[in-house]
């Protein structure tokens, strides 16, 4: 390659990533903190050696590795900007890995490719703004399909011990990675203990690398985490068996999901169009294997994709993961889906690559660029209206306005999450603890003896309370003036008792 050349395509790759952090960075402080992102800040922030970060995990069903460095994280800084900023770290990491691991697959412009994709992907953008474990799973198996392509293309200590701890840290980061780093371990061994790929010292070591990696990680997981989360887990009430109507569903919910990571429609009508997606989809993978036009180490990628996506299918549907009530399965969307964005950004590029070149004697690039191009154009324009809109919070609105009125000469009601914007904000804005006081009530249930004039302010959840007291205060003629009413987001007002 000439200097020009590799001038070009540094410019490329620059350009490339400098779009994929905008579509990160971009509106990242729009929407306030909200209840889940508080419940992480305040988490991270327990006591690790006394025990309480533990038992507050516990609590929820969600692996330790999130709360655990972002206490370190927060240890710089407590700052809300800050707290988001970690997210974006391993954004930048997460496609640094996928550029790696696609170019070793394909090269250089299909992972640029996937890259502009995985920016344009609305969800992925959401998973990095809001502040959970799901980026740091994500960014853990995009590590973990880097080392695996790199330790499957020839085998090296250091690229096993990376792909091991990337699997590791995924399943530490969030449960739903078991789906693909289980069918990336086991494919991986068999494929080095069953050939005569590596020396017999070597399967040695990697066997006992996979049995000391289950005692050091897996067996700690369960003692200490899940299995006291699972004892905290509503069961099903109703055993679900293996049917024709189970399975009706299989080759239609990977293509909603694809199509909900984009934003796309997936429900109605369209459910035809992703089952026909997923059918499409599953076919051209078994060409792709069977044909062996693509090497063993994407071929292992897409069966891989199909295994998790099988195991999680029934699990899901005979309610034994993804549990929320009794009888009631979570379903495969929303943050439930997220695992699949490493697999499904790094397999569907290269599967789209090789249907390209079927005719190997054309040249496939200037096809691809300009379809590329008109394609992310159109799903930047889509991802960019919704960019910034996500506000599932108003609590920093509601403090300037509660300041702004001098809030705290009256009574406060706080609803919901409240709480935690309410001290947050308000401590931003230069007050001190001094406000918190008995005039700062936080009601479990009806309240009694309501004040002349009090507020109502609600975050998130405590909807019920919330219209109680609206209507205890309509029903006594007190005079309620609704500053803002956003529905599940937060509601605020401000009651006066009207005197005869």
């Excluded at 993961?321 to 290269?350: K, N, Q």
């Excluded at 507020?455 to 309509?474: E, L, P």
Aim: proline content about 2%.
């Amino acid at each position: 390659m000439s200097a020009f050349s590799k001038r070009k395509e540094l410019i490329i790759i620059i350009l490339v990533f400098g779009f994929f952090i905008f579509t990160m960075v971009h509106g990242l402080m729009h929407s306030p903190l909200w209840g889940d992102e508080w419940f992480e800040y305040y988490c991270s922030q327990s006591e690790i050696l006394s025990g309480r970060m533990n038992e507050t995990i516990n609590y929820t069903f969600q692996p330790p590795l999130y709360n655990y460095v972002m206490h370190l994280w927060l240890m710089i800084s407590t700052d809300h900007t800050w707290f988001r900023m970690f997210n974006i770290f391993i954004g930048v990491g997460s496609g640094a890995f996928l550029l790696g691991t696609v170019s070793r697959l394909c090269d250089r412009e299909t992972s640029l490719v996937s890259l502009v994709a995985l920016a344009c992907c609305y969800e992925w953008v959401y998973c990095t703004q809001e502040c959970s474990e799901y980026a740091l799973m994500v960014f853990c198996l995009f590590a973990a399909l880097f080392f695996y392509v790199r330790s499957v293309e020839s085998f090296s200590y250091p690229d096993l011990a990376g792909f091991i701890l990337s699997c590791v840290g995924a399943i530490y980061s969030q449960y739903g990675s078991v789906f693909i780093v289980a069918p990336l371990l086991i494919i991986f061994y068999f494929s080095y203990i069953l050939t005569d790929r590596i020396k017999t010292k070597q399967k040695l070591i990697l066997t006992l690398a996979y049995l000391l990696s289950a005692v050091s990680f897996a067996l700690p997981l369960w003692l200490f985490f899940l299995r006291h989360q699972m004892a905290n887990q509503e069961l099903s009430d109703n055993t679900v068996k293996l049917s024709l109507h189970l399975c009706k569903g299989i080759f239609v919910t990977l293509g909603r999901v694809i199509g909900y990571l984009f934003s796309l429609n997936i429900q109605g009508g369209w459910e035809t169009f992703w089952g026909l997606f997923t059918i499409v989809l599953f076919v051209f993978s078994l060409i792709l294997i069977f044909d062996k036009r693509i090497k063993w180490t994407g071929s292992s990628l897409i069966i891989c994709m199909w295994t998790g996506y099988f195991i999680h299918y029934f699990l899901v549907r005979m309610q034994i993961y993804g549990m929320i009530h009794p009888g009631e399965s979570a379903g495969f969307y929303y943050r439930y889906s997220y695992f699949y964005i490493p697999i499904v950004f790094t397999v569907l590029p290269m599967m789209i690559r090789e249907l390209l070149i079927w005719d190997r004697s054309r040249n496939y690039r200037g096809f691809l660029y300009a379809t590329v191009g008109i394609g992310a154009l159109c799903m930047f324009l889509s991802l960019y209206s919704l960019m910034g809109n996500w506000e599932k919070s108003l609590d920093d609105k509601y403090a300037m306005i509660w300041s702004d009125h001098k809030g705290w000469e009256d009574t406060t009601y706080l609803f919901g999450a409240a709480h935690y914007g309410f001290d947050y904000y308000l401590q931003a804005l230069g007050y001190d603890e001094t406000y918190r006081d008995d005039s700062i009530i936080e009601p479990d249930a009806d309240a009694t003896d309501l004040p002349d004039s009090f507020w109502m302010w609600r975050s998130n959840w405590g909807q019920q309370n919330w219209t109680k007291m609206m209507d205890k205060a309509t029903m006594l003629g007190y005079d309620i003036e609704i500053y803002d009413d956003s529905g599940d987001a937060g509601q605020l007002a401000y009651c006066t008792l009207n005197q005869p």
